[in-house]
């Protein structure tokens, strides 16, 4: 009798070729498990760099998709380890923009009317804000009616002051 050969060989690890970035995140976006409002945040941002031998890929787009991203970055990397075949370190950074969306609630609060009479009830300063500032996105309801219907902000408009009688 012939002697048995060992079980069944472990398979070796696919090598990892490295594909053009842009080649990459179209199989990222096509990719199963990447639902319609993942696909939607990541075909607003770009890949900026990919190093298939550290595994650690830079993608880069406008602030609020880049925030978005965050909040999905577990599912970011699992959709990059299936097409890439092993861990990756996922960095998101945003772009700097110059328009006014992206300004942080305390930054953009309207400045309450100066022509009150001074010594009134009215004139006292307002109590400053127990938390820090927040951007939109972060305040709890905002942030359950994005990931619940894939809402994004578009616009926000501060409540006018009450008209007083």
């Known amino acids: 009798m012939a002697p ?14 490295p594909a053009p ?21 990541l075909s607003n941002l770009r890949v900026k760099s990919a190093d298939a031998a550290s595994g650690r890929v830079v993608i880069v787009g406008e ?3 880049a925030e978005s991203a965050r909040s999905r970055q577990g599912m970011i990397v699992d959709a990059l380890r299936r097409e890439i075949g092993r861990g990756v370190e996922l960095i998101i950074e945003a772009e700097v923009s ?4 992206d300004v942080p609630e305390a930054q953009a609060a309207v400045e309450a009317p100066t022509d009150r ?6 004139s006292a300063q307002p109590a ?11 305040h709890p309801l905002i942030r359950e009616a994005m990931e ?6 578009v616009d926000v408009q501060h409540r006018r002051p009450a008209a007083q009688s």
């Open 4 to 17: 048995a050969e060992p079980a069944a060989a472990t398979t070796p690890m696919r090598a990892v070729e």
């Open 117 to 122: 009479p001074e010594g009134g009830p009215d």
């Open 63 to 65: 602030a609020k998709y």
């Open 128 to 138: 400053a804000p127990a938390s820090p500032p927040q951007t939109f996105s972060e």
């Open 98 to 101: 110059d328009t006014a969306d």
């Open 148 to 153: 619940l219907f894939g809402a994004r902000i």
């Open 21 to 41: 970035t842009g080649d990459l995140w179209a199989r990222v976006l096509r990719g199963p498990g990447v639902t319609a409002v993942l696909r939607t945040i």
